[in-house]
């Protein structure tokens, strides 16, 4: 599940030793690498030394310049691990018509040109996504709601704990069941967590996902909402 947090040149340097030395592969999800939030830095694993022969690393267009309905991405890694990824691919996606290919294509050659310069796109996405998380987070403090500082991406997680809601989880997860509630009684769309993986779901049972990719009005209209959560 994607925390929003970034992992530092340590962490990534203990994963990559445990895979080494159980000779696993490392597929790294790095699609939020063009939205780390300024101040912060996104190491990316494959750089780790011996770490680039064991890892696939997967970026994303939809994520890298907003552009989710597209669903165009890339994988980078050595030849014998990518021949393997493209023997895979045709036999499963069949939606990456040209126009879109080409789109993207024009879109990075676009951030080439202006790499480092003010008016990218990749240097303005982490500035707006970090102001959208501001507040939120401004909200979530103000309501004495727990929650995972972002340091990029679109989403913060919620602890819901102290909101003391209580549902019969017999056939369907908390966190499923928050949603809908604050939906439907708050007016507040929010993401369950528990989709997203299959063991150790409790972990994060009490957490939802706030979106904070959207407009300042509407993100300040959600932040109004969670500080009357608690009253």
């Excluded at 530092?8 to 790294?28: V, W």
């Excluded at 030394?49 to 696939?56: F, K, L, N, Q, Y």
């Excluded at 310049?65 to 895979?88: C, D, H």
């Excluded at 290919?101 to 790499?115: G, H, M, P, T, W």
Aim: glycine share 6%; proline share 4%.
């Amino acid at each position: 599940v994607s925390t929003q947090s970034t992992g530092t040149e340590e962490e990534m340097e203990f994963i990559a030793r445990t895979c080494e030395k159980h000779n696993a592969l490392i597929i790294s999800d790095e699609v939020y690498e063009r939205c780390v939030f300024p101040g912060e830095d996104h190491v990316r694993i494959a750089n780790i030394p011996g770490a680039w022969d064991r890892t696939i690393t997967i970026g994303s267009a939809g994520k890298s310049f907003s552009m989710t309905g597209y669903k165009l991405g890339w994988a980078v890694g050595p030849a014998e691990l990518i021949n393997r990824v493209q023997a895979m691919h045709q036999t499963v996606v069949y939606s990456a018509p040209t126009i879109t290919q080409d789109v993207v294509a024009r879109c990075i050659e676009r951030e080439v040109e202006l790499k480092g310069k003010e008016e990218a796109y990749y240097t303005q996405l982490p500035k707006v996504m970090q102001e959208g998380s501001e507040i939120l987070s401004e909200a979530a403090r103000d309501a004495g709601l727990p929650f995972v500082k972002p340091y990029g991406g679109y989403f913060m997680m919620l602890d819901t704990t102290p909101l003391g809601l209580e549902f019969d989880t017999t056939e369907e997860m908390y966190d499923v069941q928050c949603s809908k509630y604050l939906m439907e009684h708050h007016k507040l769309a929010t993401i369950p967590l528990s989709p997203f993986f299959n063991l150790n779901k409790d972990l994060s049972d009490k957490y939802v996902r706030l979106c904070f990719a959207k407009s300042t009005d509407t993100l300040k209209a959600g932040g109004d909402i969670i500080r009357e959560l608690r009253k």
